[in-house]
């Protein structure tokens, strides 16, 4: 049996998603693609516009088999964690065999190189990026200049590596080329048996916000799809302004998003919002006034340091956004700035990072949705899983040992969350009878039913 994965977050799915999954069963034989995607917040530390099991849905009606969820924990992590949470998860099903991935780059071998070299951690890699960190880089930039140095003298140990300075920079400013190495990385430290396929990104820009260009259709990123929903919503980020600017939204959609994708994205805008970090603004802040600095370094992927800058600029406070910039130096990046601030409306601490590694990040893998013509697939994930199999968040304390259910209720709170949230923005609950008429999760973690396809 060929089971092949993908990492993914579908925020939203696009056509460039959809290529992926064709081109992992046409061209890599998959007889299986499992997928193993971020719940209801994403890597760059936001709320994703729509719900996992929403996103699930689009995976599966575009090709998906097997959709499982990557915990919250490792979902709004740093791309190192994010990438081997990843990997472990694959493992942990014991019926995985490969990954594909995207790229800016389409060179595999040049992308394996440098993350062995990230991988095995030389000394003189580790004491220039230590040294680059003192100087007050961030960690992206301190580790460019670490590998250009070490490569430009590495002629005489294991070879230099066959691209140009202005090469290697480019290569890594691209999050997807990142992603890619942390993969690779993943992979080598664990001597997993999996194996990697590289799918060449075409199209448009990791970080692009335009769909249509003139009269030419431009593939879109999933940014470009989120600046488009947004772009009439006059500040609301997500409810729409008018009924004008949702079929103007819409006619340009059907360029970058699969038909099945799109009706599922309208039928979700008829009953809720959209939603983005700045819908989390008011916890946040009271979240700010009522810890201490203390408190604050404890949150996931902070500092002391960096408590004591967010206390101090407490009177400035607006939003999680504005804030967030406001944050900004050239230390760290708005990514892991905004991943703190989720971190700390999640109730991420450090001590979960280390609860979550001593248990190799991934303690349970909890089905999202399947396809039924997947049974094989499933039977094969029963028999062979390295952890316990979850299809309802009840069945999680009869399997889980008293850590892996501390992973899982993270998971179980920063659902209930996002559905009050859903909620609030909404302005009233979903009524039964449209809940029922369109499949829609109540709002309730526990309440919440995997998606089934044919």
Known sequence: MNVIGIIAEYNPFHNGHAYQIAHVRKNLHADYIVVATSGDYVQRGEPALLDKYTRARMALSSGADVVLELPVLWSTASAEL??????????????????????????????????????????????????????????????????????????????????????????????????????????????????????????????????????????????????????GDAGACGNSADRASEDSAAGILRHAMPQEALAILQDYRADFPLLCADDFSGILGYLLLSSSATQLAQTADSSPEFANRMRNQLPYYTSFSSFASRLKSKEMTLTRINRILLHSILGITSSDYACGN??????????????????????????????????????????????????????????NLYLQMRNQKGGTPLRAARMQEHDVPPASEYQRQIVILP
Not at 136 to 160: I, M, V
Not at 198 to 213: D, F, P, Q, V, W
Not at 384 to 412: C, G, N, W, Y
């Open 358 to 415: 001593a248990l190799d990040k991934i303690p349970y893998l909890r089905i999202l949705g399947f396809r039924k013509s997947a049974a094989p697939l499933l039977a094969a994930l029963k028999a062979s899983a390295a952890v316990p199999l979850i299809t309802r968040p009840s069945q999680a304390p009869k399997l889980l040992s008293p850590d892996a259910m501390q992973v899982f209720e993270h998971d179980v709170f920063a659902g």
């Open 82 to 231: 994010f990438a081997d949470a990843g990997i472990s998860l694959f493992e942990k099903t014991g019926c995985v065999n490969g990954i594909c991935f995207g790229a800016e780059s389409g060179d595999l071998a040049l992308l394996r190189r440098i993350a062995d070299v990230l991988a095995d951690e030389p000394a003189d890699l580790k004491a220039s990026l230590k040294h680059n960190l003192k100087s007050g880089s961030t960690f992206p930039k301190a580790r460019e200049a670490a590998l250009l140095s070490y490569f430009s003298g590495s002629a005489g140990q294991d070879g230099a590596l066959p691209v140009s300075a202005e090469t290697l920079s480019s290569l890594l400013a691209s999050p997807n080329n990142i992603l890619a190495l942390e993969y690779l990385k993943a992979l080598r430290r664990r001597a997993s048996s999996i194996t990697p396929y590289l799918l060449k990104r075409e199209g448009a820009a990791y970080h692009e916000t335009s769909i249509l260009s003139g009269a030419s259709v431009i593939p879109a990123s999933a940014s470009a799809i989120r600046h488009t929903l947004f772009a």
